[in-house]
């Protein structure tokens, strides 16, 4: 990573919240932490891949909101849920679900590549239509049962890390869902491809330079369609994971991820513009982000001047990186 | 001195330059330079690629300041600060790689930052575009102001930016390569105002590599080799050999090189790729051609003559709407640059920094076009830069390093650099776009013999160019193009300059 700025606001930001609140630097509240990010985490690698090719894809949230319904609708639910839904096996409803993300995936590839529709209003109007599936699938109730495995991912303990015995003299443990698990394996994975494969070398020129990539016979259109699939992909896994991780599947519930997303890969560092960056900064933006969502909630202020002071904090976060790119270009 | 005494009439100089040295963290740029303008003078600046021209001049235009030495406008000593301090010390200059906004109207780029607004505070259209084009017009131009800048020709989008200097009222005016893209009428369009601009006293700095053209339009020729002023002279006393002797720290070279030339047409060589009365649906119409393996065929015309869009349509960045494309005798259709690169396509455009990547390390840049080549899944940095380092021998590309950002190469090297890209594995088919422009003899003479070396290796090389020199000195076939068709071709025999400026 060249852009050290996202880790020292990172650092203050632990530092600050640290002297601010005793409950806040914990092992426990640590994995808390991180616990939180994990939804988001899956979002943000697909959405890195689409920022570093300049694009950017506002669908994600209700993407994922989408096709976390879809699984659900295609799952028995209890008596009391009251949604005409098509009850199938497990895996045949994980496949369709992944296959309803593939086809979003590809219509938001073709409308930018194939008829030329900036990415941000074609993923506009794919934002409006995730959300009309949603609305469509579950008509206002909530549904609550998933496949095994979607619940077992989402919501289930993976192992637990002993930590000593707790004050009433048991032994007391952290626990370590499987959300993690799955999150990390994606930035992982993403930080792999990205950085050591011939297609993620294809990312990075071409955000760096659409037009001496096509030039030198890159297939751009090919690289930016792929990417806008690998984010609602991204999207999908991230949405059944998260009905399980909630316990419930409705409308509009994915709402704040949109911005936690796209705000975790650009306060990391990756630009905008396209080119620079990678999962590395993510992480640190997701970091960030956690550390700020999470402190503020352990600090005793106002619970709506936490929404004002959030942006702030994120705004100054930007500023930083900025002025940090512009000293190291300059020197 | 004789700098010192020729000075117009006495008056004292209105920039002096002395002792300026600069340097980009190892490369040194310029070393210990004195430079002197006077008033009312065109002051001609000829070197190699990479001689320090324009870094000189981007010093005196204030967009790098920290350099040694000391540097005085109108005897005072001064040092700029940005491209606006210069412009308040009325220094205004046209750069080589133009600093457009390709999206804007031509008024637009004309008066960025400076539009004129009504009462209400709001631009006023039809007074900038009247304004834009009375001061176009007084260029000589005939264009239109509300026309995207992305659409004009290199050449005119040049003139339309120092239309934009002249509206700043700078005094100063520096040109950085201007005439390189620039058709022969143009040339004197802009020769006209360059002398109107001298009658009204402004002084001009101009840099070309067409030595003719700074012999036929300055006062004082000034000429630096290696980061170092070789001699400042009187144009009078100068001769075109003595320049490029002073250029290349060499005995001169053969002067008649592109004059005329004899053309080897050989009908016996297997025909690669053909086109049959292809068309655009805009610029380009019937236009019927055949390349030959191991022939050089040059494509000659005028700029707006359809070149551009020729080669594009070869590497499937425009598609045609009319006529057949044969490549080994079976049709094709390119629907992309990938689909021609990968059916044996390569091309390098009239503007490298379209296939350049400025911010990359010289080895990605080379790679990049092979990568589906020589890895698989997993990218090899090492294997990259073993054919980079290859490509950097058999090039003379310099510095000889794989790992500096491409940006900081000379434009000579990087023309290097684009050509490289495609010599790791041997297109079938090599499509040039005016392949030497802008470039000095020396780098000249490089691209001169990689290009004839990749003929004699069997390519099917199509080189596009405005200048008839580039032409005569490649070409074994020659095809005049005219409003986008053939006009006329020759294929054996001798031809002259003459010949192809009569049919175009
Ligand atoms: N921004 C830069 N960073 C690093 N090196 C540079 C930069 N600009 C120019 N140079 C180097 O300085 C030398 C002179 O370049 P330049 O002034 O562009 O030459 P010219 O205009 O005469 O062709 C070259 O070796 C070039 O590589
Ligand atoms: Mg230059």
């Known amino acids: 990573m060249r852009n050290i700025a996202p880790v020292i606001t990172l650092i203050a930001l632990v530092i600050f919240f640290s002297f601010a609140s005793s409950t806040f630097f914990t092992l426990d509240n640590a994995f808390n932490i991180i616990r939180q990010l994990s939804i988001t985490g899956i979002i943000a690698v697909g959405l890195t891949y689409v920022i570093l090719t300049a694009e950017i894809d506002l669908s994600v949230a209700a993407v994922a909101n989408a096709i976390g319904i879809t699984v659900a609708y295609f799952t028995i639910q209890p008596d009391y849920v009251n949604i005409a839904n098509v009850p199938m096996q497990g895996w045949i409803a994980v496949i369709l679900a992944l ?96 950085k050591y494969t011939r297609y993620g070398r294809y990312i990075y020129m071409v955000g760096g330079n659409r037009e001496a990539a096509e030039y030198s016979g890159v297939n751009v259109k090919l690289i930016i369609g792929s990417v806008m699939v690998i984010c609602a992909m991204c999207s999908g896994v991230a949405g059944m994971l998260g009905v399980a991780y909630f316990g419930s599947a409705q409308q509009n519930q994915f709402d704040t991820f949109l911005l936690d997303a796209i705000a975790a890969v650009v306060v990391g560092g990756t630009s905008l513009f396209g080119g620079r960056g990678g999962i590395g900064n993510t992480i640190i933006g997701l970091l960030v982000l956690g550390v700020v969502n999470n402190g503020l909630d352990h600090i005793q202020i106002d619970s709506f001047l936490k929404i004002l002071i959030r942006g702030l904090i994120l705004l100054a976060a930007l500023i930083i990186n900025i002025y940090a790119q512009k000293l190291r270009e300059s020197g | ?66 350099f040694e030495g000391v540097m005085k406008i109108r005897g005072v000593e001064t040092r700029l600060r940005s491209a606006r301090d210069a412009l308040a010390s009325s220094i205004g200059m046209v750069h080589q790689e133009l600093s457009i906004v390709p999206e804007l109207s031509v008024a637009e780029n004309v008066f960025l930052g400076k539009q004129p607004l009504t009462t209400l505070g709001i631009v006023d259209w039809p007074r900038m575009n009247r304004e834009a084009k009375a001061l176009i017009a007084s260029l000589g131009l005939d264009i239109d102001p509300a026309a995207a800048m992305g659409t004009l020709p290199v050449g005119l989008q040049q003139l339309v930016e120092l239309s934009r200097v002249l509206f700043s009222g700078a005094q100063i005016i520096i040109l950085d390569e201007p005439t ?156 992309s640059t990938a689909g021609a690169r990968k059916a044996g396509i390569a091309f390098l455009p009239e503007n490298r920094q379209m296939m350049l990547f400025r911010t990359e390390p010289v080895f990605k840049n080379v790679s990049i076009a092979i990568l589906d080549r020589i890895h698989r899944l997993l990218v090899k940095p090492a294997e990259e830069k073993r054919i980079t380092e290859g490509h950097i021998k058999d090039l003379q590309i310099r510095p000889p390093r794989t790992e500096i950002a491409l940006g900081s190469l000379s434009g000579g090297n990087q023309q290097k650099v684009a050509l490289a890209k495609w010599l790791t594995h041997l297109p079938k088919v090599l499509v040039l776009s005016e392949p030497t422009r802008g470039m000095d003899v020396g780098a000249k003479e490089d691209v001169i013999r990689i290009v004839k070396s990749l003929r004699d290796k069997g390519v099917a090389i199509l080189v596009l160019s405005a200048e008839p020199e580039t032409i005569l000195t490649l070409a074994d076939r020659v095809t005049v193009m005219k409003k986008g068709t053939v006009a006329r071709q020759f294929s054996s025999g001798k031809i002259e300059k003459a010949d192809l400026l009569a049919a175009a």
């Open chain 1, 99 to 194: 296959l309803a993300a593939l086809a979003i995936g590809l219509v938001t590839a073709g409308g930018i590549t194939i008829i030329g529709i900036p990415s941000f209003i074609m993923t506009l109007a794919m934002m409006q239509i995730a959300n009309g599936m949603s609305a469509l699938l579950v008509r206002g109730q909530i549904a609550y049962s998933y496949p095994e495995i979607v619940t077992t991912l989402g919501s289930g303990t993976a192992f637990r890390i002993p930590i000593g015995v707790d004050a009433a003299g048991k032994a007391a443990f952290i626990p370590i869902g499987w959300t993690i698990i799955v999150c990390l394996a994606f930035l992982v994975a993403g930080h792999i491809v990205l």
């Open chain 2, 1 to 66: 001195m004789t700098d010192e005494q020729s000075g117009r009439g006495g008056a004292p100089p209105l920039l002096e330059l002395t002792g300026v040295s600069k340097s980009f963290g190892g490369v040194t740029a310029l070393r210990d330079v004195d430079f002197t303008l006077y008033p009312g003078e065109i002051h001609g600046l000829v070197g190699e690629n990479g001689a320090g021209k324009s870094t000189m001049m981007k010093i005196i235009a204030g967009v790098h300041h920290d």
């Open chain 2, 180 to 335: 390189s893209a620039l058709s022969p009428p143009e040339i004197r369009q802009l020769f006209d105002v360059l002398r109107r601009l001298r009658s009204e006293g402004r002084s001009i700095i101009f840099i070309s590599h067409f030595l003719d053209d700074v012999l036929a339009i300055s006062d004082r020729v000034t000429v630096f080799r290696n980061g170092k002023k070789v001699i400042t002279d009187e144009t009078r006393k100068l001769t075109k050999d003595a320049v490029i002797a002073h250029m290349i720290g060499r005995g001169s070279i053969d002067m008649h090189m592109g004059e005329d030339a004899m053309l080897a047409g050989d009908d016996s060589k297997p025909v690669v790729l053909s086109l049959e009365n292809v068309g655009d649906g805009r610029t380009l119409h019937d236009f019927s051609i055949e390349l030959r393996a191991g022939e050089i065929t040059g494509v000659y015309g005028f700029m707006g003559s359809g070149q551009i869009e020729l080669a594009r349509a070869l590497f499937g960045k425009l598609p045609l709407r009319r006529g057949s494309v044969k490549l080994d005798g079976k049709p094709v259709r390119f629907r």
